[in-house]
């Protein structure tokens, strides 16, 4: 009989190899946001009613109160109420504490909107909107192998390649709500459609401090949770991607406004009923700051998990602030916390300008704008050239000529060269330069010029665009170029590789562990520059970068799990996940790639797996190790393996090392930040 022999992968953590970032030493820790005088309260009974409650806390105690959610669930019982601003007092909440029948009492957390840490988007509203009724009602999966690079980076595209995809699956996803008419989710809400099932706990106006209007509609209005939606479950469509699983369904429970913040009593709300209406799976790439996994969402998540449902929830973008910076519900026991890794491929969404020359055209020509400003307005204006041959490195990077004419009537197009961007600019704006493209000086896609004055427009084109536009002007054909204002503008899509940091952490992801040192994140997966549906109204199509990617990616593959396993507990799908998961390489966000592992507290179990994942013969009893490094110390660790196979498979136990992170600054309590500054 063969023997197999595998290498054990399980994530350690061992505080006393927390050290590596040497950063500011006067860095402070960002407190959490709460809504003054508001709490929760869960009732140690529960068929308990919150009017009783409130009436005991008027008639017996002659405290104040207005009732603000009704928390009643099945996994919690409870309500949360604000104090009227004359009894908000540490009194009051020691006396309510103390009641007989409160079970405990936390105060109501603020969180913020879900950001991106990078954005673009396509404007393809009005062309996707008249192909929803053709595309119409769930698409099967489709035919053909599953190319996209990050499927292709976390072992997705071998599952689909054999036909799973999520089919029989609910994921249900707490956000910023979802354009189910969107063609690649379905063009519907509701039976038969792919967004099956939710609910809008808020309304569009919401912002976390005034009162919620809740109806039955989770419509988007934001973008984060479309852009979400579409990375578990989007149809394939004409660029090229779908989500990990088309074939599942989804559910939506909207928790945030247009704007503003939502709050904590919201959140566990949106998780009960995400939970009571028969969610497979539930993943939520949202989060504040805390540390802690006796906060009320935590103890919601924690209890979801333990009745059965696995739960994934992201570390948060949060990794300058160094370590013990999970983000809550993520450091919920036995929630999946997310780490981010750079995608391999750079995927860009650039503006479309069109030009006409020698009678031709109108021709489309894209270009990546400045960042600091990108915007030409809606105008047509001519092409002017300093240098016909193409061949000066140099150009303008001192005065010109005094024989230079006004240029405050063209768009100036100058070759990139040896001096900065902004020297150029300054030279050229003596003669009434107002617009500048520069071209590229090397072959390949334009990158955007590194301009920092704000007040010109400019933007870079290819070597190719520019000495095609050359050879028109040294014909004495002029060349007019028409741009389209930001926002307004068509969009082309291009993908260049990634060689620098693809497939290495993502700097701004989030650093474990949680106070209490349990293993966070659990698992990373592809999370930056990740290309995604998104609002109709706001471009269809748009780029993101965050944990919040990368968390939806793993929930789609939680969904592969149960499709090709059936039934499993969450326990067993984050052992799963952990011990098939691929180290990946740590990144200090300066450009050092030093050639050592990420730290376990950084990366989690690393890469993950899917078809492992799902696949893999020989499971563990633990997802992580963790030696409690404190004066409660456990230096005596164990676990079991489980053979499911019909071959006896050996297993050699080993460590790798990994890069280390200083925990504190110098004379202080607070986390270092990273990286160094």
């Excluded at 119409?136 to 390649?161: I, Q, S």
Aim: aromatic letters at 10%; hydrophobic letters at 40%; glycine letters at 10%.
């Amino acid at each position: 009989m063969l023997a197999l022999t595998h290498m054990l992968v399980i994530s350690l953590l061992l505080l006393s190899s927390v050290v590596y970032a040497n950063v500011n030493p006067k860095s402070t820790p960002i407190p959490a946001a709460y809504i003054p005088g508001a709490y929760i309260v869960e009732f140690e009974d529960a068929a308990a009613l919150p009017e009783p409650f409130i009436s005991t806390l008027h008639s017996d105690h002659n405290v104040t109160t207005n009732l603000r959610l009704r928390l009643q669930y099945a996994l919690f019982n409870g309500a949360s109420f604000q104090l009227a601003p004359w009894h908000d007092f540490q009194t009051s909440v020691e006396l309510i504490q103390n009641m007989s029948q409160v079970k405990n009492i936390w105060p109501v957390r603020l969180f913020s909107l879900p950001g991106n840490v990078v954005s673009s988007s396509l404007n393809t509203g009005k062309a996707l909107a008249s192909t929803v009724a053709v595309i119409g009602k769930r698409k099967a999966n489709e035919a053909g192998a599953d190319t996209y690079a990050p499927h292709v980076m976390g072992g997705v595209d071998k599952l689909r390649n054999q036909g799973y995809a999520g089919t029989g699956i609910l994921v249900a996803v707490i956000d910023t709500g979802v354009d189910y008419n969107h063609p690649d989710l379905g063009g519907g809400f509701g039976a038969g459609f792919k967004v099956v099932k939710g609910y809008d706990l808020v309304g569009d106006d919401y912002n976390g401090l005034n009162t919620p209007t809740p109806d039955a509609d989770p419509m988007d209005c934001y973008g984060h949770g479309t852009h979400v939606s579409g990375i578990i479950g989007a149809n394939m469509n004409q660029y090229n991607f779908s989500g990990v699983v088309p074939n599942a369904t989804l559910g939506m429970w909207r928790v945030f406004g247009c704007t503003g913040s939502t709050t904590e009593d919201v959140l566990i709300s949106a998780f009960n009923m995400a939970y009571e209406a028969g969610a497979d799976i539930i993943t939520a790439s949202i989060g504040q700051n805390s540390g802690w996994t006796e906060d009320a969402w935590d103890i919601v998540a924690q209890r979801i998990v333990q009745a059965g449902i696995p739960t994934v929830i992201s570390a948060g973008n949060d990794g300058a602030n160094g370590v013990f910076d999970t983000s809550a519900a993520a450091e919920a026991i036995g929630v999946n916390a997310v780490g981010s890794i750079d995608n391999i491929f750079t995927p860009k969404l650039l503006p479309l300008a069109k030009y006409q020359t020698n009678g031709s055209g109108p021709i489309e020509f894209s270009y990546n704008p400045s960042p600091a400003n990108g915007d030409f307005g809606t105008i047509s204006v001519p092409l002017y050239a300093l240098d016909l041959t193409g061949t000066n490195s140099q150009e303008a990077c001192s005065a010109l000529l005094p024989t230079t004419p006004d240029l405050s009537g063209y768009v100036l197009l100058i070759r990139r060269g040896t001096c900065s961007f902004d020297i150029k600019i300054n030279n050229a704006r003596v003669f009434g330069a107002q617009k500048f493209l520069f071209y590229n000086n090397v072959p390949g896609p334009a990158s955007a010029p590194g301009v920092t004055l704000t007040d010109i427009p400019a933007a870079m084109v290819t070597v190719d665009q520019g000495l095609a536009w050359l050879a028109s002007l040294s014909d004495n054909n002029a060349v007019l170029i028409e741009f389209t204002a930001a926002g307004q503008s068509k969009m082309a899509y291009s993908v260049t590789s990634n060689n620098i940091t693809g497939g290495y952490m993502s700097p701004f992801s989030s650093w474990g562990p949680t106070f209490e040192t349990y293993v966070k994140p659990q698992i990373s997966a592809p999370g930056a520059n990740i290309l995604s549906t998104y609002p109709i109204s706001k471009g269809a199509y748009a780029i993101r970068s965050g944990t919040s990617m990368s968390t939806p990616y793993i929930a789609g593959v939680m969904a592969l799990i149960l499709e090709v396993r059936g039934k499993v507990e969450p326990r067993a799908i984050s052992s799963l996940l952990t011990s098939t998961g691929h180290p990946v390489m740590f990144n200090n966000g300066l450009g050092n790639l030093n050639g050592m592992f990420a730290p376990v507290i950084q990366q989690g179990a690393g890469m993950v797996n899917a078809y492992k994942a799902a696949t893999i013969q020989t499971t563990l009893s633990t997802y992580s190790i963790t030696f409690n490094d404190t004066v409660h110390f456990d230096p005596v660790q164990s676990f079991k393996i489980y053979n499911s196979g019909i071959e006896p498979v050996y297993y050699t136990c080993s460590n790798i090392p990994a890069a280390m992170a200083y925990t504190l600054s110098a004379g202080t309590y607070y986390p270092m930040k990273f990286p160094p500054i």
